[in-house]
């Protein structure tokens, strides 16, 4: 059986299971960005004004994302600007965001 793992391929048969890249593994995770280098894209030092848009940087287990809607900082806790409903992620970060 052959299937496409992360950019490689992974050939498999009864007796054992190889991995067989088109570039070695240490490339590709060169080319991965930081931890540090996503974060430096938002600001984590301090909260926006209430009621700004804004977009969050979230942080869980498989590492970070941004959400696909706007959000806001209300009292203390975050939520999504349009529904008003609590954001439960880690947030990390928020930069603006355009209306």
């Known amino acids: ?11 498999r048969n009864a007796r054992n299971i190889r991995l067989s890249a088109n ?4 490339n590709r995770l060169n ?8 974060i430096a894209e938002f ?9 700004a848009p804004v977009e969050l940087l979230c942080l869980d287990h498989n590492g970070t994302y941004v959400l696909p809607f706007p959000c806001r900082r209300v ?3 975050w939520r ?3 529904t008003g409903e609590q954001i ?5 970060g928020w930069r603006q965001r355009e209306r």
């Open 23 to 26: 570039q070695s593994s240490s």
């Open 88 to 92: 439960e992620a880690e947030v990390a």
């Open 43 to 51: 600001i984590a030092d301090r909260l926006p004004a209430d009621e």
């Open 80 to 82: 999504n600007f349009a």
């Open 75 to 77: 009292a203390d806790s």
């Open 1 to 11: 059986m052959v299937r496409t793992l992360l950019g490689a391929i992974v050939y």
């Open 31 to 38: 080319k991965l960005t930081s931890l540090n280098d996503r």
